[in-house]
Each structure stands twice: as structure tokens, then as C-alpha cells.
């Protein structure tokens, strides 16, 4: 993505603008309270936005990939005619918090790979992200600030900071040039340092707040890669449930599952994916019944692997945005990849 | 293509199954339009006794019912448990665990001697069952999706995953993780009912039974964590799993 020019907007001006277009009908989605969480939801003002955390049940992924999504549609009479279902609607995600920037940007570039994810693609095509920075951790669990992850890369349309009065603006895209280009003003020298003050402190506070990662994080391929037969993945995986809570909420797993269905009539049907996750048991399972990835520490092992080894390798950056949520779902406490990760680096250099 | 003959059958329950398929809506007509329906008590006093699937609910708890559902099976291409009572024994074998004679006084008072009560059963414990329709009572659209899939002769897909994945799809705050708690058998139960219980704040009592592999052991120390007694964790199982590891 080309580097577009930052600015400043006055926050007022900014959630006026907002309000403004969920008045005209426009979809917006932000973090709001669910019970003692937070989750994804339309928004009719932007009051109802919370900014600062706790994190969401689950990521904003379910906009771009939902949980259930129909693929196509089929009937069989005398020749099979298909109806591919290609669809996106231009909606606005606002209050991203930047683990799951990173993470949209990760799963854009996985769905874009060989074979492009039409079905992804389409729906990003119309979404408008405006992530907003963390200042203060949003729960004990995450550990961005571990994962090189307090920042967006790239993959958002506006990125705001709050400033107080104003948000500081990144803008990221046309789109999101565009939607404040009335309301925005050029950057001071002052801006600009009042900006690198505050993520000093931000910074300042990750640190002495979020658990430490023991090994280096460029270290990781390596640390699992010596450490595939370790006995800290049965250790870990005696006490899981295979109940996949780890993979649903996760910013960057992407894997699915595809189901055809027909009518009583056996004239029509669809095929739809829903998501699936390599800590379920029968996700490694083939049509003739055997299971090829047994053993709850093997797919616990897995799934830490293609976070922290597979996938850095594969994209050269970690796939584990530190968004602490598996951490939080998990009732035995054994997938945090930061905790496995220190476990191993713990005994691995005994 | 010929329509194929369907029967329903009940056995010991409440028939909440049958009454699930009755308020299908128009979809009932699918139903009516896709298979010839000869056996019917919930719909229709008529008894026809040529049918190739049965669809059976209800539990195994007379000798008479022995006899009666191995008639089912002879006459039947196909049998399909249809709820938590033929899946799994259902609420029915909470009396297993009961002393027999105070609960056949309990139930008949002084003609207990009538009826020849035995132990409830899931009826895979007398018959050979060629598919499962779990819940308590079915799901509307399982049971449509398992239908065709029968009439395809396709093994309908039922998850082996646990509940959780439903409530987490449903964005639910996890039960556990409620300012008051609630113990939960979500994470060792059958998922496919989209989490309807967690998703109005009740606990999960497995209903559609217990995963192929469930964690127990991890599951009873996290209800211990909460402060469940063994009481407790034994009452979840009785709901509707009282019978795993004795059947077959």
C-alpha cells in the first residue's frame, strides 16, 4: 500500500461525520459492551462504540469470512444449473483494534493467494476499516505489544490515535482519504511529536504490563522446530477439550469446512462453508473414517505451529497477533501460544 | 421416482419429536411431497406397515417394547433414532439409577404390578440404528437436512465437535466466563443445535449427547474449579448421559 499523507481531525468532527452516515442508513460496526465483553455490532451512534477494550468475543474476521457462508446455489433437473454467490455490501468497520488490522491483513493476503478466495475478496472490496489505536492493554491476556503488533501494517483505510481533542489520522487508501477529506487538517511538527510521546508511554506501559515473550520473536520457527517432539504438547493437550473455542476466536485461522445440502425435493440445494479449526478432532478426519492428526497434543501442537513456525515462515510474520483471545476462551488454560512458548524455551535451554 | 414409505414410531417419551416434525410449517408439505407417509400417531389414526425408513423415538423400557421395535427393524430398510430418548436413553434413564421398586410404585402406585418395567435403554441397545437424529427435542432444520441426505442415501452430517464451537460462531460470552458463572456441559457435548441453550444464559445438559472423544476428566476439574461437588458433576451426567460407556 502507498504511504498516504496523515492528518488530524477533531474528534467531534470526526463522530459527527460518523453519526451522520449511520443516520443516512449507513452499516456501521464497532466494538459495543456485551454483558462483562465486548462483540461486533451495528451501531446506531457512536456513543455506543468501546474503544479502549475488553476485546471482542470474537474477531472482525466474521465480516469477511462469516461463520456460515453460502457458496453457491443448484438445481438438478433435466441439465444442473449453479448460481455462484459472490456478494459483498458496503458496510464500515470503526474501533479495529491493530491485532486484528494485522490479522485482516494476514487473512487478505492468505485469500488472495493461488486460488483467489472470490467470496473474501468481494467482501473486503467493500469494506471500509477505521482501526483505532490501543493506549491501555484491553485485557490481561493479550500480548501484542509481544507480537509487534500495537501498529497496523497496512490493510486499514484510516488509523485514528486518540489525542485528546483529536484523533491523528493515518490514512491508508483512497476510500479513506476521502471520507474526511472535508473535516481534515494537515499535521504539525507538534502533532507529530505529541503522536511519538504518546507511544512512548503506550509502549512503556505494553511493557511493564503484558507477560514477557522469553525467546526473541524472530526465534520462534526455530523454537518449534526443535521442539516438535517436546512433552510439553501432551502435557498441554491432556487438558484440552479438541472444543476449537481457540481457533473460532482467532484473528488469523481461516480454515473451513464445506457442506452441500439438498431440499427434501433432491431438486435443489447449496453448498455452504462454516468454519472449522484443526483443534477438532474430525477435521483431520477422511471419508473412510480414520483420523490422521490423533492425539489432543498433536493438534494443539499444530495449530501453535502454523501461528508461530508454518505460516511465520511461509509470510515472514507471525501468524499469532497477540490479541490474547484464545488465551481468554480457553477453560483449562493450555493454548496460549505465549505460554507454550515460554514453557519450551524454559526447559529447552535446561 | 416412486415415493418412499416413511413411519414414525414412538416409544417411551414425550413425543415432542413427532410434534417438532408436525410444526414444521410449509416445509411439512416438502416433507408430505417428498415421502409417502403410512405410520403416523401424532398425524394420523392409519397404520400401514410397508415402510422402508423408521423414524423412531422414545427409549427401550418394557419387554414388550423389545418385541415390538425388533418388528420395526425387520419390517425397515432403514431406522433413524430421532431425539435424545432413542439416541441416548434420554430423561427416561434418570430412573436407572433409582431402586426399580420405588419407582414402579412411584409411577403405577398399586398396579405397579401391571406393567413389566425394565431398565430404559437407548434402542441401539436392542436394534441396529443406521442413523441418529440427536437433541432434545430435534432440530427443525436437522432434521430436513438429515432427511434429504437419507433420501440421497447419504450418512447425514451430524458434528462430532463440541458445543462450543456453536457458541463461540454465535459470539456468546462463554457461560463460564459470566460475572456469575454458569457450569456448562457445552464443551463435552454434540454440537448442532446452534447453542440455543448457552445463547439464552441456561447451561448446556448434553442433550444431543456426549462427543465420540470427551475430555471428562479435564471437564470435572474445571466444574471442580467452580465449586461443583461430585454431587453436582454426577446430576449433569444423569440428565441425559447417565448410560455412556454402558451401551453396547
Redesign the interface.
Known sequence: MKKMKNCVVTKRELLDLIDRKIGEGKEVIAPAK????A??KRIKSTREILWEGPQ???PPK?FLFP??EELMEYEVNDEIKVKVKVEGKPIILLGIHPCDMNGTTLLDKVFAENNLDEHYLKKREFVTIIGAECLVPCSTESFCYRKESVLPLEGFDLFLTDMGKNFFVEVGSKKGKSLISKIARKTTPSDAKKLRKIRRVRDNLFDKEQRKLKPKLEDLPKLLRENYDSPVWDEHG????????CN??CPTCYCFDV?D??????KRGNRTRF?D?CL???FT?VASGEIFREG?GARLRHRTNRKDWYLFEKWERSFCTGCGRCG??C??KIVDPLDIENELYDRWKR | MKKPKVGFFEFTCCEGCQLTVLSLGDKLLDLFESVDIVNFREASSYKGQDYEIAFIEGSISTSKDIERIKEIRARAKICVALGACAHLGGVNAIRNFQRQSDVRWRTYGDKAWLFDSILAQPIDAVIKVDHVIPECPIDKKEFLRATASILLGKKPFIPDYPVCVDCKMKANVCLFHKPNPIACMGPVTRAGCGAVCPSVGNACEGCRGLIPDPNLSAWEEVLKEHGLSIEDILKFYHMYNGLMGVRR
Open positions: 456485551q454483558e462483562n465483553q462483540n461486533f471482542t468475543v470474537i466474521a461463520q456460515e491432556s487438558r484440552c477439550f479438541n472444543c476449537g473455542s473460532m476466536v457442506r445440502y439438498m431440499e427434501l425435493n433432491l468454519w479449526g477438532l478432532t474430525d478426519k489432543r481468554k476462551a477453560l483449562t
